[in-house]
C-alpha cells in the first residue's frame, strides 16, 4: 500500500490574507501595549540584552514588533525531524505546508483492546504502544502518548523515551518535565546516535514545553525549553488557550491569544541559541460554557488550528499543529466524525506535524490501543485527500478513453493496471466486502476488527531497536531507567 506522508497541504484557507495581516497586526500590538510575564530570571536578563522593555518589578517583557519580527528571523523555517532508518523512510521535513500526522500526548488512562473501560496508564503501555505505531504506516511518528502512574517524577523522561526508542523507529516527540530528566535523555539520544555530533546532525528525538497561556512563561518549563535549545534538540512551545476562559470567546481572539504564546515561547529559544530549531505551536480549542471543561473533539478546534496553520506560514516557521481527538469515551460514531473532521480541517490547511491525530478518546485524558488502528485508516483518507487529483497527460488518460470510445470498459486496460495501487486509497480496516460476505466473517464491526490488529501484534515476540551494547549502556549510565524497558 502506498504511504502519503509530507505532502503539501494548503487547499483549506479559513483566513484571507486580509485576516492573517489583522491578526499579525493585533499580536504585535499585545507585544507592545500588554507584554509578556516572563517569571524565569535568566530568560528575562536575555530579552533585557536583545533590546526589550521590562518592568523588573512584575517582570513583563515588553516588545515592539521591529524587534519581534528580528528575533523571529534566526528560527529556522524548515526542520527535519528525523527518524532511525538511514534510508530516510521515517524522516520528516517540516516547515512550509507538508503534511505529517500522528501520536499525541499525555493522556494519564489507557483503554486496552476491545475494552469501553480505562486504568491508570503504565510504563509497558508506552512500549506497546510504540510497537504498535511501529505497524501503522499512516501514523508518521510516535509522540510519547501517555503518563505513566507507576513511576517518580525523576524518571518519567529517560523511560518515556527509552521505552519509545527501543520499540520504534520513527521520531519519537515527548514533553518533558525534569531538567535533569531532559540532559539525560540528551545523554541517551547520544550514545544511540553513536555521538553529539550525530545527534545534532540527525535528531531522531524531539521535545515539547510548553508556555503558560495568556502570555506567561514560567521558570519551570522555561528551563525546559532552553536546555533543549542550547542542545540544539527541536523544540515545540505550544500554547494552548481556550475560548471563552483563558481566551477570548472568539476563534479570531484565540488566535490572537496563542499567536502571543507561541512566537514569545520561540524569542527565548532563539535568544538562549540563534538558529536552534524550534517549532511554532497550537493546541488551541473551546470550552464546554456548561461547566468549562476543555473540549478536544470540536470542529472549532479543527478550525483554529487550520488558521494557526496559516500564521505559521505566514512568520515562516514549522508549526506543530492539534487535531483528531474525541470527547467520546469509547470507539463509536462521535469518536470517528469528530476526529475526522478536525483531521481533514487541519491537514489541508497545510500543518506540518498534527499530533493526537491517533489514539485519544475522552478529552485527550485516554490513549486507546484500538483507537490507533482506526485512527491510521482515517489518517490514510485524510492524506489521500491532501494529495489530490493530479491532473496530467498521464492522469486525464484522453489516448485510453479514445481508445475505448463509447459503452467500452477500462477494467483490462495498462493504464488501470499501473495505476490502481496508487491512484485510490486502499483501506485495511474497513470493510468493503457485501452482507453475505461480512456475516458470513462474523458480522465484525471496525472496532473489533482493530481489537484483532492490536492483538496481532502484541501477541508476537517484541523486538529490541536499540543494540545489545546501547541497552547496556543505558541500564548502567542512565538514572532511574526501569531495566525492563531494555529487554
Not at 521535513?93 to 488512562?109: D, F, H, K, Q
Not at 511518528?141 to 523511560?159: A, E
Not at 524569542?267 to 473540549?295: E, F, V
Not at 485524558?365 to 485527500?385: F, P, Q
Request: aromatic share 6%; hydrophobic share 40%; with cysteine.
Amino acid at each position: 500500500m502506498k504511504t502519503r506522508k509530507g505532502l503539501a497541504g494548503g487547499q483549506y484557507t479559513p483566513l484571507s490574507e486580509k485576516d492573517i495581516k489583522k491578526i499579525d497586526d493585533a499580536s504585535m500590538q499585545i507585544f507592545e501595549e500588554v507584554g509578556v510575564q516572563v517569571n524565569f530570571p535568566a530568560a528575562l536578563e536575555t530579552f533585557l540584552e536583545a533590546g526589550a522593555t521590562v518592568d523588573e518589578k512584575q517582570n513583563i517583557v515588553k516588545m515592539d514588533r521591529g524587534l519581534v519580527k528580528e528575533l523571529l528571523s534566526s528560527a529556522p523555517a524548515t526542520i527535519t525531524l528525523y527518524g532511525r532508518d538511514e534510508s530516510g523512510e521515517h524522516d520528516l521535513e517540516i516547515g512550509g505546508n507538508r503534511v505529517y500526522m500522528g501520536t499525541g500526548g499525555t493522556a494519564l488512562n489507557v483503554q486496552d483492546p476491545g475494552s469501553n473501560d480505562s486504568r491508570r496508564a503504565e510504563l509497558r503501555d508506552i512500549m506497546n504502544m510504540a510497537r504498535l505505531v511501529d505497524h501503522l504506516d499512516n501514523i508518521h511518528f510516535y509522540m510519547l502518548n501517555v503518563y505513566p502512574s507507576d513511576l517518580s517524577v525523576k524518571g518519567i523522561d529517560v523511560n518515556r523515551f527509552g521505552a519509545g526508542l527501543n520499540r520504534t523507529r520513527k521520531h519519537i516527540m515527548g514533553g518533558v518535565y525534569t531538567l535533569d530528566g531532559v540532559r539525560n535523555v540528551i545523554k541517551m539520544a547520544e550514545k544511540i546516535a553513536g555521538s553529539p555530533e550525530t545527534l545534532r546532525k540527525r535528531p531522531f528525538i524531539s521535545m515539547v514545553a510548553c508556555p503558560i497561556s495568556p502570555f506567561k512563561l514560567d521558570q519551570s518549563y522555561g528551563e525546559l525549553a532552553v536546555e533543549a535549545a542550547k542542545n540544539n534538540i527541536p523544540v515545540v512551545v505550544p500554547a494552548e488557550p481556550l475560548c471563552g476562559a483563558t481566551a477570548p470567546i472568539t476563534l479570531a481572539g484565540n488566535l490572537v491569544v496563542q499567536t502571543v504564546d507561541t512566537l514569545a515561547g520561540i524569542i527565548m529559544t532563539q535568544l538562549a541559541n540563534p538558529g536552534s530549531p524550534a517549532i511554532y505551536g497550537c493546541i488551541s480549542s473551546i470550552t464546554d460554557l456548561r461547566d468549562m471543561k476543555y473540549l478536544a473533539g470540536a470542529v472549532e478546534m479543527g478550525l483554529m488550528n487550520a488558521g494557526a496553520a496559516q500564521m505559521a506560514q505566514f512568520y515562516n516557521l514549522p508549526f506543530y499543529a492539534t487535531a483528531g481527538m474525541t470527547d467520546s469515551k469509547t470507539i463509536d460514531a462521535q469518536a470517528g466524525y469528530e476526529s475526522a473532521i478536525t483531521s481533514t480541517l487541519v491537514a489541508l490547511a497545510g500543518a506540518n506535524f498534527i499530533h493526537d491525530a491517533a489514539g485519544f478518546v475522552e478529552f485527550c485524558m485516554t490513549a486507546s490501543y484500538d483507537k490507533l488502528v482506526v485512527d491510521n485508516e482515517i489518517i490514510g483518507m485524510v492524506m489521500r485527500a491532501v494529495e489530490g487529483i493530479e491532473v496530467n497527460d498521464r492522469t486525464l488518460a484522453l489516448d485510453d478513453i479514445k481508445k475505448v470510445g463509447p459503452g467500452g470498459h477500462f477494467v483490462s486496460s495498462r493504464h488501470t493496471r499501473k495505476y490502481m495501487r496508487t491512484e485510490q486509497y486502499r483501506p485495511e480496516l474497513s470493510d468493503r466486502n457485501t452482507r453475505d460476505q461480512w456475516q458470513a466473517d462474523g458480522s465484525r464491526d471496525a472496532c473489533q476488527r482493530a481489537t484483532d490488529y492490536v492483538r496481532k501484534v502484541l501477541e508476537a515476540p517484541a523486538e529490541n531497536v536499540l543494540s545489545e551494547d546501547v541497552r547496556a549502556f543505558i541500564k548502567a549510565e542512565i538514572p532511574a531507567i526501569q531495566p525492563f524497558i531494555m529487554e
